[in-house]
């Protein structure tokens, strides 16, 4: 990315400015293969998958960093049934065998899913 951008690399994806001033942004899911905290450990860390650190003034803290994919994901798509656990609600989620915000982020990728669900197939996966 430095290569192609050189300079703009380092503001590219200014999250800390962004949730700062209260902007509505989201977590995506436009690179495969799709993992959630791989975008929520980029966003703490601002290290790419090369090793290069990148802006690193523009690095959110884990539980916002989380909130990309989970309240602030469902608050970009209009979808007040999403995004938190909660009555009445859908219930897409995972189970996590450890909680990510009392485990280091460079751990974050090995942590195992102990269940996920999803509304869309309607049933439990392991």
């Known amino acids: 990315m430095k290569a192609a951008w050189g300079e703009l690399a ?8 962004m949730v700062r001033t209260g902007d509505l942004v989201a977590g995506g899911s436009d690179t495969l293969p799709c993992e959630p905290l791989r975008g929520a450990r980029y966003a703490v860390e601002r290290r790419s998958r090369e090793g290069q650190m ?15 994919f989970t309240e602030r994901a469902a608050a970009t798509s209009n ?45 439990l996966g392991e």
């Open 10 to 17: 380092e503001s590219a994806n200014p999250l800390a400015t």
């Open 79 to 123: 979808a007040t049934n999403l995004g938190a656990v909660a009555a009445g609600r859908v219930a897409d989620f995972a189970l996590w065998g450890e909680n990510p915000l009392q485990t280091p982020p460079e751990r974050w990728l090995d942590i195992p899913v102990s269940l996920a669900a999803n509304r869309r197939r309607g049933g």
């Open 54 to 68: 990148l802006g690193t003034d523009k690095a959110i803290d884990a539980r916002d960093a989380i909130s990309l």
